[in-house]
């Protein structure tokens, strides 16, 4: 199904409109072109009568042949007649209408001191000559109105022929060209549209700018680790000992978890940057949402000393994404463990705020200094002087996720326990309130 042309429904629209209106003004100046003749005609039967009775000889000139005159005396002798033979033996004053010999009169009568004076006039010729009056009046209508719609037929063209050049324009570019579209020219009902394209363009060019340098970044991290890997698969072959080997083998091993590690945050991080801006999604419990991330990474931060705990708090709720969120959680709280030293502690807290909720994440580690803070959550970025081994992900990924959810993510430092504290507030409009 081919979709409607803008315009040809405002050409045949507007041409109709012409058509409709040129009609209806055709017939309204033939009505009153007829009603005017009339008009003129009964003034020319007064005009007549008059002449007769001021005196003057009746003459009828070629085109008014089908007058006819009668003059009665007072005591009724008629006196002079032309014209019809029969006429109404009774004169009635003023005008009437009557038929003889089958033709239909207009009849205009007169009477002074001296006679009654009585003029008729052939109806059908009267009628002849009334519609040729009228055609004149319609004429100029009829020859105006085809001209008219070629001239309005023009003018939709050419106000439409920006907006024509701009669509080959757009024809004819190629699927990289995000350029801005041209504005000259298109009509102010057009411009908004051209402007929001235009912005889209934009975002699509950034959208892109930063999915390469998003690949460019990754293929540079995968790199390493798959060039670590390439070289301990070598050392395997060569001639060792046991010891030698099982050491190899752990080191590879370990290489491996690190680049299936960084693929899967890779992947993860690809996923959220390119999901809606504000996602629908459950109504999620934060409070049950951390249990359950606590109880995900217990057995990491056991293995290192680290005591975790969920402090109690506010029962709250947001609409959004679960699993987005629970990535969220869960690498906040894996980036706490990672850089808090052994036999640090890490906690969580779930709060209620004029403004909306927040999730609050603190540690005892060594914290991130302030000037660090707004790189931290660039892609692959690690802090100078870190010795825990991560990706650089983590912190850009909350970041994403927390965008998505129209939350920001604050990060200062834990008065409490001397290290980080980050605070992921999500807005009023999302959050659900327990009793």
């Known amino acids: 199904m081919n979709a409607p042309s803008l315009r040809r429904r405002i050409l045949w629209l507007v041409l109709a409109m012409i058509a409709v209106v040129s009609v209806l003004q055709a017939t309204s100046a033939y009505r009153s072109a007829l009603v005017e003749a009339d008009r003129m005609f009964d003034y020319h039967l007064q005009e007549v009568a008059r002449s007769v009775h001021g005196g003057l000889p009746f003459s009828p000139r070629d085109d008014a042949v089908e007058f006819s005159v009668r003059i009665w005396s007072p005591d009724g002798v008629e006196l002079y007649r032309s014209g019809v033979r029969q006429m109404p033996s009774q004169a009635v004053l003023g005008f009437s209408d009557a038929m003889v010999d089958g033709v239909r009169y207009r009849i205009y009568s007169l009477r002074t001191p001296e006679n009654t004076i009585q003029i008729a006039q052939d109806l059908d010729a009267r009628s002849e000559r009334a519609r040729s009056l009228a055609w004149r009046a319609v004429l100029p209508i009829v020859l105006l109105a085809p001209i008219l719609m070629l001239a309005v037929w023009w003018l939709i063209e050419s106000a439409l022929a920006p907006v024509q050049r701009m669509r080959k324009q757009v024809a004819a570019r190629a699927a990289s060209d995000l350029s801005p579209l041209p504005t000259r020219g298109l009509p102010e009902e057009v411009l908004p549209l051209v402007a929001e394209i235009n912005l889209l363009f934009e975002r699509l060019q950034q959208a892109r700018s930063a999915q390469q340098q998003f690949i460019a970044d990754a293929a540079h991290e995968l790199r390493s680790p798959l060039a670590a890997l390439k070289l301990q698969a070598q050392a395997l072959r060569k001639n060792m000992d046991d010891a030698a080997r099982q050491d190899a083998i752990g080191r590879l091993n370990e290489g491996m978890e690190r680049a299936i ?89 779930i709060e209620g705020v004029s403004d909306g909720a927040q999730l609050i994440v603190e540690d005892s580690g060594p914290g991130i200094a302030e000037a660090q803070r707004g790189r931290v959550f660039d892609r692959f970025y690690r802090v100078p002087g870190t010795d825990a081994q991560g990706s650089g992900l983590g912190l850009a990924i909350v970041k994403a996720v927390a965008e998505r959810h129209g939350a920001q993510v604050e990060l200062s430092s834990s008065a409490r326990l001397g290290g980080l504290r980050v605070a992921v507030r999500f807005p009023s409009r999302e959050v659900e309130t327990h009793s």
């Open 261 to 349: 590690d960084l693929s899967g945050q890779l992947l993860v991080l690809a996923r959220e940057e390119a999901g809606e801006a504000s996602p629908q999604g459950d109504t999620v419990n934060l409070e049950q949402l951390a249990r359950e991330v606590v109880t995900e990474v217990l057995p990491q931060a056991q293995a290192r000393g680290i005591d975790i705990g969920l402090e109690p708090g506010a029962s709250l709720s947001i609409r959004g994404q679960r699993q987005a969120l629970h990535v969220l959680l869960r690498n906040l709280l894996g980036n706490a463990i990672k850089y808090t030293p052994q036999g640090g502690t890490v906690d969580i807290r």
